[in-house]
């Protein structure tokens, strides 16, 4: 019965995304509805059960930070600051695009929390990316890629799922392990920035005549107040960061825990409406992406069925059975968690592998590289929009183009998840 559930589960993904773009709905609308079938007829979570499956916070990110640079979007100061980098960057355009892969990689490397960064930059990536006449998916790849910078052994990253995993297959391995898949990880991003940078041609930075000219970039008085508040934000989100590193105390540390992108994309929020920078009714219909909102957060819904419906156990079982040659548990672990974070975040994946951990040791598959093998498969295949980090990824997508780079997304998602599974295979995580 449980495979039986697992099946359809499978099925009502592919239905959900197949099924969308077939018939040109919104493939978060079907999974929606496939989530309240199962909780009603299968899983007897009932209709409020469903309902609490709704994940608030990935709507919160989404909604907010969106909403917050819409106003940048609506009054063109994003175009404005377009301008102003084509402009100061006329000696080497084709170094612009691979900027907003280096600084928050630098920025995540050094401790900043890597989903702020992303959630602030998307939008300016976005705009950039498309104001230069490159294909916008070039900006998800390169915001995705600085995830490798947050597993950085000085990081909350590594000592939480080190001390996570290292109470399963003991430290010294959860150390090796972590260790391993921050060099892994560096190198397989860092190749996939550069491949996309040359295949999608990044350095071939195009402009029209308007933003190319060297006429004086004029800039409205809404413009200028937006940018004030826009660089408010950026000071608040990053320089108490800063300060931790150099000088910890108890003010930037609670800055630094208490003053993230949601809490300050709500208060920039109420600040653009009151300094009158574009007109709210406007931002909230034209520059909210509204449709992608609904597709991630109806996606999320569905996967959070996932454990009622006995997916989770049937992996287990399957794993813990000893019916798999040992040579082939760690391909198929990779493989396995990659396919699952497709759909849903990294952290709601992990438990079940930790639970998995002693039984796969005393099978003899290395401690260090049960770690690695399911950490990456998630990595890789985590910039799917469906999954949280290609879903802030993508956040400051406009509307227009959405639906195209979500599809782009979960075609190299699978395209990531298939070359790591076969790096397991040839023995290359360990």
């Avoid at 079907?30 to 009932?46: V, Y």
């Avoid at 490159?134 to 597993?151: D, N, Y």
């Amino acid at each position: 019965m449980t495979y039986v559930r697992l099946i359809l589960f499978i099925a009502a993904i592919l239905i959900s995304v197949l099924g969308g773009k077939k018939l040109k709905i919104n493939a978060g609308l079907i999974a929606i509805a496939f989530a309240f079938i199962f909780g009603i007829s299968i899983t007897g979570l009932g209709v409020n059960g469903v309902v609490s499956l709704f994940s608030a916070r990935l709507f919160v990110n989404m909604f907010l930070v969106t909403f917050f640079f819409g106003y940048a979007t609506a009054n063109g100061t994003m175009l404005s600051i377009t301008k102003y980098l084509f402009k100061n960057f006329k000696g080497a355009p084709w170094l612009l695009p691979l900027l907003f892969f280096a600084i928050p990689f630098l920025m995540a490397f050094a401790g900043a929390s890597t989903d702020s960064i992303l959630l602030f930059l998307s939008p300016i990536a976005f705009a950039f990316i498309i104001s230069a006449g490159l294909p916008p998916i070039l900006a998800s790849i390169l915001l995705w890629g600085t995830c490798a910078g947050s597993w950085a052994p000085w990081l909350a990253n590594y000592a939480t799922f080190s001390s996570w995993f290292g109470e399963a297959i003991g430290m010294k391995a959860a150390e090796a392990g972590f260790l391993r898949l921050f060099a892994v990880v560096c190198v397989i991003n860092i190749s996939f920035i550069l491949i996309s940078y040359f295949v999608l041609k990044g350095w071939k930075v195009k402009a029209s005549a308007d933003i190319l000219s060297n006429e004086k970039i004029e800039i409205t008085k809404e413009q200028k107040r937006t940018m004030t508040i826009v660089l408010s934000v950026i000071v608040l989100l990053i320089l108490p960061t800063l300060i931790q590193l150099v000088l910890p105390n108890p003010v930037t540390g609670w800055m630094k825990g208490n003053l993230t992108i949601q809490v300050l994309s709500a208060v920039g929020i109420v600040a653009m409406h009151l300094a009158k920078t574009a007109d709210t009714n406007d931002v909230i219909k034209n520059q909210i992406p509204w449709g992608l909102i609904i597709m991630v957060c109806g996606m999320a819904m569905l996967m959070g069925e996932a454990s009622s419906l006995g997916v989770t156990d049937a992996i287990k079982a399957l794993l813990e059975s000893g019916t798999l040659p040992v040579k082939v548990i760690i391909p198929f672990l990779t493989a396995v968690c990659g396919f699952l974070s497709l759909f849903v975040s990294g952290a709601v994946i992990t438990p079940l592998i930790i639970a998995l951990a002693p039984a796969l040791v005393s099978y003899g598959v290395s401690g260090a590289t049960i770690a690695v093998a399911s950490q990456l498969g998630m990595i890789a295949t985590s910039i799917s929009p469906y999954s949280m980090g290609g879903a802030i990824c993508i956040t400051g997508c406009p509307e227009s183009h959405s639906n195209k780079v979500a599809n782009q997304q979960l075609g190299l998602a699978i395209m990531m998840g298939v070359i790591v599974t076969l790096l397991a295979v040839l023995g290359v995580l360990g």
